[in-house]
Each structure stands twice: as structure tokens, then as C-alpha cells.
């Protein structure tokens, strides 16, 4: 990655400092290169259910979750998990980290992390603690993916105070200040306006220092994304789907608001002097994929419609792909809508993955 980085940096140099009449053939070059460069390192992660579904045992949701596993497990990079406490509708929902913990132990060759984590449910350090102690048991398969939290009524419900969106960027970024120092440092002692620690350590370091996924897209996340993360998260949950330009190849894929947002990101990252090119993107959401559409249309995708994201045959969730791909993301984790049915996860791993590294 970091040879591809270095080439991409040259060739952003190249397009600035080209006479006029070469820079179309340089800027071509750039956006030519950027899409190569996602899909030489293209890496899939399925984001798995957060708890069974109505009505469903135990051990049936156990088994189902198992027979996921099984195929992506020598495909996929990463298997990632939501961070919530319950739903109004009652729907059961596991903890957050409990969870991923748990099956990192039962598959040691895929990678764990959350889309997103929380930052209040959780001390900055005692989180920091939790982030060491699982990159050291798993030999270094964690990555730490991390958000200001949104979802008011679960803060109510469970006790916590949901403050300004401004406050929990705060917040956020007090966070991470804690815990990067706790990762790096012998010591600690940090007294900010939220959070604070006093002569602190955090031993055994997580080597190596995990990975920190952000997600956000607003201006003040994005500023802070370009300060502190490796790489940069965006949810195709609410996305707007009344803007026609979010619809592609027949689903709602968001890639309209992701174009914006793009270009908010690479401005964030100039403003605090970072190459853009350095900050990995990726995409969560939902997919749903069949052999025909008339098979689609036989799939259960529970309360989502049957084009929310990346939706359709093999062929079509390519081609909706596509774009996000030309525009450097490289890592997709899916939420399969059909799941307990395995045919999207099948889909995804046979035909959807080997096509575009192929592309």
C-alpha cells in the first residue's frame, strides 16, 4: 500500500506542475491510477446480524451464523459488528463487544472491528484496555472502528446523556487522544474538557498499534478523520434516497452524497496538511444479490427495500460497485439482507469478488 501511495502522491505532483495542455492527460492518469490502485488492494467484510431474528432459537442463530462464517472465512478480509443496545421494535440485539470478541477466537484467520463503535458507552481508557488486550489474544486482528454514537433513544434508555452533536465530536476526539497516547505512551496523564486520566499505562501495547477506522461525514468529523484515522468509514445508512443521483444500475447506492462527501474528505485532509491519498476509504451497507431478479424477488430482505445498496444480479452489484471503486474505495462490509438465507454471501464470494479483481 505504501509503494501505491507514494506513486499516487507523484502523480497528484505530475498534474500540478504539467503545462496546460497536459494536464486533462495527467488528470486522466490520476483518476485512471486511484481505481487501479482500490482494486489491486479490493478486500471485502461482511458485517453479520447483530442478534437473532423473531422468533428464532438460539442455537438455530448460532448455527446460521456458523454456516455464514464457513464461506467467507477464506474470502473475505474481516467479519464487523454494529454497536447498539436495542431496537423500539424489540428485536434482540447483542452487546457490542462481547460479541465480535467471542467468534475472533472461533476465526483466527479473519480480522474483527465494529461499524462503529460507540465512543460513549465505553471510558476512553478502559476502551483503550479492551482495544490492547483483544489485538494481543488475537494476535493482531483488531481494528478499532469508532463514531460519536447517534442514536438518542438507546443513550436515554440505558442511562447515558446524549449531548450536542458538537459536544460528542468533542468528545470523540478526546477519545482517541487517550487512547493513541495510552497505546504509544510509557505514561499518561490527560485532563481535557470531557475526559481525563491520571498517571496511566496500558501494558502489554497492542503490537501492532491497531488499526483506527473513523466513520462520519460532516465537516467537523471530517476534520477530525483526517487528524486521527487510518482509514475513513462511510455508512450508506441515511443516505438520502428521495436525490435521484444516489440511485445507480437500479438501487439506491448513495454514490451521489459519497461523490460529496469524497471531496469533503480530501478538503479536510488539505486543511490540516495530510495527503488524501494516505486515508483509506471505506463503505458499509446493505447488499442483497441473486443469480436472476426474479430470485430476488423471492428473497426476504426484512424491513429494507430490495434496492437499497448494492442490489441485484452478480452483474448489476458490480456495475453499482464500480463508481465507489473509481473513486478509491477499496473495502466494502456488507450487511447481507437475505441473511439467514446464505445466497448474497455465496453471490459475493464466487462471482461478485473474483469479477472485480479481475476488472
Request: charge should be negative; hydrophobic fraction near 40%; proline fraction near 7%.
Amino acid at each position: 500500500m505504501g509503494v501505491a501511495v507514494r506513486f499516487l502522491h507523484s502523480a497528484v505532483l505530475a498534474c500540478f506542475h504539467a503545462p496546460n495542455n497536459d494536464i486533462l492527460v495527467h488528470t486522466e492518469f490520476f483518476v485512471n491510477f486511484r481505481r487501479d490502485a482500490a482494486i489491486a488492494m479490493l478486500q471485502f467484510g461482511w458485517t453479520f446480524p447483530g442478534g437473532p431474528g423473531p422468533n428464532t432459537e438460539r442455537d438455530t442463530f448460532l448455527s446460521d451464523l456458523k454456516a455464514g462464517f464457513a464461506i467467507i472465512e477464506d474470502h473475505f478480509d474481516s467479519a464487523w459488528f454494529t454497536d447498539h443496545l436495542h431496537y423500539e421494535d424489540g428485536k434482540p440485539q447483542l452487546e457490542g463487544w462481547t460479541t465480535p470478541t467471542y467468534f475472533a477466537g472461533l476465526y483466527p484467520r479473519l480480522k474483527f472491528g465494529h461499524t462503529v463503535l460507540s465512543q460513549s458507552f465505553r471510558n476512553p481508557a478502559l476502551l483503550a484496555k479492551m482495544g490492547a488486550t483483544l489485538q494481543y489474544l488475537s494476535q493482531g486482528r483488531f481494528i478499532l472502528g469508532i463514531g460519536t454514537g447517534w442514536k438518542e433513544s438507546e443513550y436515554e434508555a440505558y442511562g447515558y446523556d446524549f449531548p450536542s452533536p458538537r459536544a460528542r465530536v468533542e468528545q470523540l476526539e478526546e477519545t482517541l487522544q487517550i487512547i493513541e497516547a495510552l497505546w504509544q505512551q510509557k505514561r499518561v496523564t490527560f485532563r481535557g474538557k470531557h475526559y481525563r486520566v491520571v498517571n496511566a499505562f496500558c501494558d502489554p501495547k497492542p503490537d501492532p498499534r491497531p488499526i483506527i477506522m473513523i466513520g462520519g461525514h460532516q465537516p467537523r468529523m471530517l476534520r477530525l478523520v483526517a487528524r486521527h484515522a487510518d482509514w475513513w468509514n462511510v455508512s450508506w445508512f441515511g443516505m438520502d434516497l428521495s436525490r435521484p443521483d444516489n440511485r445507480s444500475h437500479g438501487a439506491w447506492t448513495g454514490i451521489g452524497e459519497y461523490r460529496e462527501q469524497a471531496q469533503e474528505c480530501e478538503r479536510a485532509c488539505n486543511e490540516v496538511g495530510r495527503d488524501p491519498a494516505t486515508l483509506r476509504r471505506t463503505w458499509f451497507g446493505p447488499c442483497i444479490c441473486a443469480p436472476t431478479e426474479a430470485d430476488i424477488q423471492k428473497l426476504d430482505a426484512g424491513p429494507f427495500p430490495k434496492d437499497s445498496g448494492f442490489a441485484g444480479t452478480p452483474g448489476q452489484v458490480i456495475e453499482q460497485m464500480r463508481p465507489y471503486i473509481e473513486l478509491g474505495v477499496d473495502y466494502f462490509k456488507f450487511n447481507c439482507l437475505d441473511f439467514p438465507n446464505l445466497t448474497t454471501l455465496e453471490l459475493l464470494v464466487s462471482e461478485v469478488l473474483p469479477a472485480l479483481q479481475r476488472f
